[in-house]
Protein backbone atom coordinates (compact mmCIF):
# COMPACT_ATOMS: atom_id res chain seq x y z
CA UNK A 1 0.00 0.00 0.00
CA UNK A 2 1.24 3.64 -0.74
CA UNK A 3 0.16 6.66 0.65
CA UNK A 4 0.74 9.75 -1.15
CA UNK A 5 0.66 13.28 0.88
CA UNK A 6 0.67 16.47 -0.96
CA UNK A 7 2.04 20.06 -0.20
CA UNK A 8 2.30 23.26 -1.26
CA UNK A 9 -1.05 24.58 -3.11
CA UNK A 10 -2.30 28.05 -2.25
CA UNK A 11 -3.44 31.05 -3.64
CA UNK A 12 -1.01 32.89 -5.90
CA UNK A 13 -1.48 35.81 -8.56
CA UNK A 14 -1.37 35.12 -12.72
CA UNK A 15 2.29 35.23 -13.55
CA UNK A 16 3.52 34.11 -10.01
CA UNK A 17 5.09 30.46 -9.07
CA UNK A 18 4.29 27.45 -6.89
CA UNK A 19 5.56 24.79 -6.06
CA UNK A 20 4.09 21.57 -5.24
CA UNK A 21 5.21 18.68 -3.31
CA UNK A 22 4.34 14.55 -3.28
CA UNK A 23 6.03 12.34 -1.14
CA UNK A 24 5.33 8.45 -1.30
CA UNK A 25 5.41 6.23 1.87
CA UNK A 26 6.82 3.76 2.42
CA UNK A 27 10.48 5.14 0.59
CA UNK A 28 11.03 1.41 0.10
CA UNK A 29 8.31 1.07 -2.25
CA UNK A 30 9.33 0.31 -6.03
CA UNK A 31 7.48 3.29 -7.73
CA UNK A 32 7.57 3.58 -11.80
CA UNK A 33 6.16 6.83 -12.48
CA UNK A 34 5.19 9.97 -10.22
CA UNK A 35 3.04 12.42 -11.62
CA UNK A 36 0.27 15.20 -11.25
CA UNK A 37 -3.09 15.36 -12.83
CA UNK A 38 -5.55 18.43 -12.01
CA UNK A 39 -8.76 18.34 -11.94
CA UNK A 40 -11.58 21.39 -11.96
CA UNK A 41 -15.49 21.02 -11.07
CA UNK A 42 -17.75 19.41 -13.94
CA UNK A 43 -15.01 18.20 -15.94
CA UNK A 44 -12.28 15.02 -16.21
CA UNK A 45 -9.38 14.87 -13.95
CA UNK A 46 -6.54 15.41 -16.63
CA UNK A 47 -3.24 14.69 -16.91
CA UNK A 48 -0.25 17.75 -16.26
CA UNK A 49 3.27 15.92 -16.18
CA UNK A 50 4.52 12.97 -15.19
CA UNK A 51 8.25 11.62 -14.89
CA UNK A 52 9.25 8.01 -15.24
CA UNK A 53 12.32 5.93 -14.50
CA UNK A 54 15.45 7.83 -16.05
CA UNK A 55 13.48 11.30 -15.42
CA UNK A 56 11.32 10.57 -18.81
CA UNK A 57 8.85 13.67 -18.81
CA UNK A 58 5.67 14.17 -20.21
CA UNK A 59 3.47 17.27 -20.12
CA UNK A 60 0.35 18.00 -21.21
CA UNK A 61 0.38 20.89 -23.79
CA UNK A 62 -0.97 23.74 -21.87
CA UNK A 63 2.10 23.38 -19.33
CA UNK A 64 5.00 23.21 -21.58
CA UNK A 65 7.73 25.77 -20.99
CA UNK A 66 5.81 26.92 -17.34
CA UNK A 67 5.82 23.59 -15.54
CA UNK A 68 9.11 21.53 -14.40
CA UNK A 69 8.60 17.91 -12.82
CA UNK A 70 11.14 16.62 -11.03
CA UNK A 71 11.88 13.73 -8.46
CA UNK A 72 13.22 12.67 -5.69
CA UNK A 73 14.02 8.91 -6.07
CA UNK A 74 15.67 8.29 -2.32
CA UNK A 75 12.80 10.33 -0.69
CA UNK A 76 10.47 8.95 -3.36
CA UNK A 77 9.51 12.35 -3.60
CA UNK A 78 8.06 14.32 -6.93
CA UNK A 79 7.79 18.19 -6.67
CA UNK A 80 6.15 19.85 -9.55
CA UNK A 81 7.31 23.74 -10.30
CA UNK A 82 4.73 25.87 -11.61
CA UNK A 83 5.95 28.87 -13.40
CA UNK A 84 3.78 31.72 -15.16
CA UNK A 85 0.96 30.13 -13.73
CA UNK A 86 -2.89 31.46 -15.37
CA UNK A 87 -5.94 31.75 -13.93
CA UNK A 88 -7.17 28.54 -15.97
CA UNK A 89 -3.96 26.79 -13.92
CA UNK A 90 -6.82 27.13 -11.46
CA UNK A 91 -7.87 23.38 -10.03
CA UNK A 92 -7.73 20.80 -7.19
CA UNK A 93 -4.04 18.89 -8.48
CA UNK A 94 -3.74 15.41 -7.51
CA UNK A 95 -0.69 13.70 -7.08
CA UNK A 96 -0.39 10.01 -8.74
CA UNK A 97 2.21 7.05 -8.75
CA UNK A 98 2.39 3.51 -9.86
CA UNK A 99 3.73 0.98 -8.66
CA UNK A 100 4.28 -2.35 -9.77
CA UNK A 101 2.48 -5.58 -8.40
CA UNK A 102 1.56 -8.74 -9.79
CA UNK A 103 3.37 -8.39 -13.06
CA UNK A 104 0.72 -5.01 -13.87
CA UNK A 105 0.99 -1.45 -12.33
CA UNK A 106 -1.09 -0.10 -9.64
CA UNK A 107 -2.41 3.28 -9.28
CA UNK A 108 -2.45 5.55 -6.24
CA UNK A 109 -3.59 8.94 -5.32
CA UNK A 110 -3.10 12.09 -2.76
CA UNK A 111 -5.95 13.77 -1.44
CA UNK A 112 -5.47 16.40 -3.59
CA UNK A 113 -4.64 20.27 -2.98
CA UNK A 114 -5.98 23.48 -4.13
CA UNK A 115 -3.99 25.48 -6.62
CA UNK A 116 -6.17 28.57 -7.00
CA UNK A 117 -4.77 31.62 -9.80
CA UNK A 118 -6.05 35.01 -9.72
CA UNK A 119 -6.17 37.69 -12.67
Known amino acids: QVQLVESGGGLAQAGASLRLECAASPISVPINVMGWYRQVPGKQRELVATIAVYDRTNYADSVKGRFTISRENRKNTVFLQMNSLKPEDTAVYYC?????????????WGQGTQVTVSS
Open 96 to 108: NAKSPRSGGLVDY
